[in-house]
């Protein structure tokens, strides 16, 4: 099993990226799909999630700017950010997980497959 991320860079403040993440060796279709980031110094945080039936979850550091969506056919989940700031700068993963309780889905414990991670870098 496997997850690769890509679409990661280096933009400028309010600029926008779309990453990507690619899932092979298992169809995750009934997943919960997560994005996780993490900066130097700091704890890996929650940043989005989507679930088999198509809800989605956010912190309020990112709604409204962040929008995560899949296609299933493609075994793909992508986050599209927008109005980058520069404290959106990290190493962004994808995630994966079988099962969810909703209480949890912001948890990195809840996931069981990981990607490798892509830089993503906003400057001022």
């Known amino acids: 099993v496997q997850l690769q991320a890509s679409g990661g860079g280096a933009v400028q403040a309010g600029g926008s990226l779309r990453l990507s993440c690619a899932a092979s060796?298992?169809?995750?279709?009934?997943?919960?799909m997560g994005w996780f980031r993490q900066a130097p110094g700091r704890e890996r945080e929650f940043v989005a999630a989507i679930r088999s039936g198509g809800s989605t979850h956010y912190p309020d550091s990112v709604r409204g700017r962040f929008t995560i969506s899949r296609d299933k056919a493609k075994n793909t989940v992508y986050l599209q950010m927008n109005s980058l700031k520069p404290e959106d700068t990290a190493v962004y993963y994808c995630a994966a997980a079988p099962r969810v309780i909703v209480s949890m889905i912001r948890l990195p414990s809840t996931y069981d497959d990981w990607g490798q991670g892509t830089q993503v870098t906003v400057s001022s």
């Open positions: 060796g298992r169809t995750f279709s009934s997943y919960t």
